[in-house]
């Protein structure tokens, strides 16, 4: 009976073993009738991943093979999936409700490849971002739009070119001082570039700068949006936020 005992754990443990592994390809590619690669959430493999994970009564699970590290957890009925390769980070979350996120990136690439899904899994959007000091991200390039049968339905281009810039970062700092936004050099200064969005070969959004003055001790905060082609104030308010 002990020996029988055993036997079926190390029978669930190996069910369970084979079942992550036939889900680590969560993402099918291929190539659309319209001779675009294309890439695809395999929602059967996910969602049979998130049972293993409910009826095995585990919160995460990780795998080493092939120099591949693959770990799966879940909160809240979201799928999170890690995959380590070589130098490569791919990290997949959501779920069939709201959709997926897929972010690719390699540790010697300040880049970052990301792909967007419908609940569905089909391919909804995908393109790239960066990342600023304080982490928070921006996209770059071209990003595709598609309609979930697969078709491209939009083109999006952000372009932060110098030649939409007429004046250099250092010509804003040498403007505020003059003015003496920054009182005196006591409150720190964040300036941004923001892109010229176009879609679809129509400009949308010019490029702009993006200002803000603030005091590290959270009295309030200055933000000025300046036209980065004539280089004219587009628009400025200080607002109150406590002291």
Same mark, same amino acid.
């Given at each position: 009976?002990?020996?029988?005992?055993?036997?079926?754990?190390?029978?669930?443990?190996?069910?369970?073993?084979?079942?992550?592994?036939?889900?680590?390809? %969560?993402?099918?590619?291929?190539? #659309?009738?319209?001779? $675009?690669?294309?890439?695809?959430?395999? $929602?059967?493999?996910?969602?049979?991943?998130?049972?293993?994970?409910?009826?095995?009564?585990? !919160?995460? %699970?990780?795998?080493?093979? &092939?120099?591949?590290? *693959?770990?799966?957890?879940?909160?809240?009925?979201?799928?999170?999936?890690?995959?380590?390769? #070589?130098? @490569?980070?791919?990290?997949?979350?959501?779920?069939?409700?709201?959709?997926?996120?897929? @972010?690719?990136?390699? *540790?010697?690439?300040?880049?970052?490849?990301?792909?967007?899904?419908?609940?569905? +899994?089909?391919?909804?959007?995908?393109?790239?971002?960066?990342?600023?000091?304080?982490?928070?991200?921006?996209?770059? +390039?071209?990003?595709?739009?598609?309609?979930?049968?697969?078709?491209? $339905?939009?083109?999006?281009?952000?372009?932060?070119?110098?030649?939409?810039? %007429?004046?250099?970062?250092?010509?804003?700092?040498?403007?505020?001082?003059?003015?003496?936004? &920054? #009182?005196? +050099?006591?409150?720190?200064?964040?300036?941004?570039?923001?892109?010229? *969005?176009?879609?679809?070969?129509?400009? @949308?959004?010019?490029?702009?700068?993006?200002?803000?003055?603030?005091?590290?001790?959270?009295?309030?905060?200055?933000? $000025?949006? %300046?036209?980065? !082609?004539?280089?004219?104030?587009?628009?400025?308010?200080?607002?109150?936020?406590?002291?």
């Amino acid at each position: 009976y002990r020996n029988m005992k055993i036997s079926n754990i190390y029978l669930i443990i190996s069910l369970l073993i084979i079942s992550i592994c036939n889900g680590q390809n %969560i993402i099918i590619k291929y190539i #659309h009738s319209n001779n $675009i690669d294309m890439e695809q959430i395999d $929602i059967k493999a996910l969602e049979s991943l998130q049972e293993n994970l409910r009826k095995n009564n585990k !919160k995460e %699970i990780v795998l080493n093979e &092939d120099n591949k590290e *693959v770990t799966f957890y879940s909160i809240s009925d979201v799928l999170y999936y890690t995959e380590k390769v #070589h130098n @490569k980070i791919i990290r997949v979350s959501g779920n069939s409700t709201n959709g997926f996120i897929k @972010k690719e990136i390699s *540790v010697t690439s300040e880049i970052e490849n990301r792909s967007e899904f419908y609940p569905t +899994g089909n391919l909804k959007r995908v393109g790239q971002v960066k990342y600023r000091s304080d982490k928070t991200d921006y996209p770059v +390039g071209i990003w595709y739009s598609y309609d979930k049968g697969g078709n491209i $339905i939009e083109k999006t281009e952000y372009n932060y070119d110098d030649s939409l810039f %007429i004046f250099s970062e250092a010509e804003i700092l040498k403007w505020i001082r003059r003015e003496n936004l &920054d #009182h005196g +050099g006591k409150w720190k200064t964040t300036i941004q570039k923001w892109p010229q *969005v176009t879609v679809n070969d129509i400009v @949308k959004d010019e490029a702009i700068w993006l200002v803000q003055i603030y005091n590290e001790d959270a009295i309030g905060i200055t933000t $000025i949006i %300046i036209d980065a !082609k004539p280089g004219k104030k587009i628009s400025g308010k200080f607002d109150k936020i406590g002291k």
